[in-house]
């Protein structure tokens, strides 16, 4: 059964930095992309970006480009967002997931009905 846990969300001042974990069990990370979202409240799920399984790469949605940084550690089967200079818009309730069939690629990655697999969320609120 594949699990995924987020961790790391909290309270920062605007202009901070956070970082947050996704732990993943019950299947490799290594041969999948893998994604994060937030929902921001009273709003719907939007994507902020995806780790390709090859090659590294990573992609993001714009109002987050430059200031995210999506990565992996295939050892600890782990990804990672690393989040800086965060504005009061980036509050939102924070999700990892992950997709059900491996080696895929492309921008389908950033919608949300590309992923089966999701944790429960880590809340990360701004203060302005």
């Known amino acids: 059964q594949v699990q995924l846990a987020e961790s790391g969300g909290g309270l920062v001042q605007a202009g901070g930095s956070l970082r947050l974990s996704c732990s993943v069990s019950g299947r490799t990370i290594t041969i999948y992309t893998m994604g994060w979202f937030r929902q921001p409240p009273g709003k719907e799920r939007e994507f902020v970006g995806y780790s390709s399984w090859s090659g590294g790469t990573a992609t993001y949605a714009d109002s987050v480009k430059g200031r995210f940084t999506v990565s992996r550690d295939n050892f600890k089967n782990t990804i990672y967002l690393q989040m800086n200079n965060l504005k009061s818009e980036d509050t939102a309730v924070y999700y990892c997931?992950?997709?059900?069939?491996?080696?895929?690629?492309?921008?389908?990655?950033?919608?949300?009905?590309?992923?089966?697999?999701w944790g429960q969320g880590t809340q990360v609120t701004v203060s302005s």
């Open positions: 997931a992950a997709p059900r069939s491996a080696y895929g690629s492309g921008n389908t990655y950033s919608r949300s009905e590309s992923y089966t697999y």
